[in-house]
């Protein structure tokens, strides 16, 4: 049933289907020749070394900065302002038409990490940063250095997890057995 409702709506309203789609497929390709100048200019304005063996965590830190800075300045802009005026023209839509083509709610269940690595990034760039290596080459971090800070951070994580939920489990389990 959903499906012909789509094909439906893909038939009446198939001009601006095309332009969004086309806006999609131009949004891709920007964002990639937006990545391949940055990575061209960050290299030759000094940014970053051009020799990855030199890259310190400051370096690696600044280019993903920069590179979300300028792929928000020329493409999220641009989806932002697509994304009001396809906004405007759904909601210009007859009431009844849109009720026929509300978006369900879907399952916010995902194969992806749950921010678990951008925790752990940052949390192994301040290990960097507080044993004073911001500055060293990536190169010379040595197996036994990443394997200890990744072990120091999942056993601080843990400390700073744990505890409270250790602390919040007792408390739950003492209050049930109080009223039992």
């Known amino acids: 049933m959903a499906d012909s409702l789509w094909r439906r709506f893909v038939r ?8 969004f789609v086309i806006a999609g497929i ?3 390709v920007g964002s990639v020749y937006v990545f391949l100048w940055f990575v061209s ?3 030759s304005t000094g940014l970053v070394p051009s020799s990855l063996g030199l890259w310190t965590m400051r370096n690696l830190v600044d280019f993903i900065l920069h590179g979300i800075f300028w792929e928000l300045l020329f493409i999220g802009i641009a989806v932002a302002i697509a994304a009001v005026i396809g906004w405007q023209w759904w909601r210009r839509l007859p009431g009844e038409e849109r009720w ?15 921010g678990a690595s951008l925790f752990f990034f940052i949390a ?10 911001w500055n060293v080459p990536i190169a010379t971090f040595t197996l036994n250095y990443v394997v200890d800070s990744v072990i120091f ?4 994580t843990a400390v700073i997890i744990g505890v409270p939920a250790t602390t919040a ?4 389990i003492r209050r049930e057995m109080k009223t039992h």
């Open 12 to 19: 009446k309203h198939w001009g601006i289907v095309a332009v």
């Open 26 to 28: 131009l949004v891709a």
């Open 41 to 43: 200019n960050a290299q």
């Open 100 to 114: 026929d083509y509300r978006f369900g709610r879907r399952s916010r269940r995902t194969k992806g990490g749950g």
């Open 124 to 133: 192994f760039c301040i290990k960097v940063y507080a044993d004073g290596n």
């Open 153 to 156: 951070i999942l056993a601080l």
């Open 169 to 172: 489990g007792v408390w739950w």
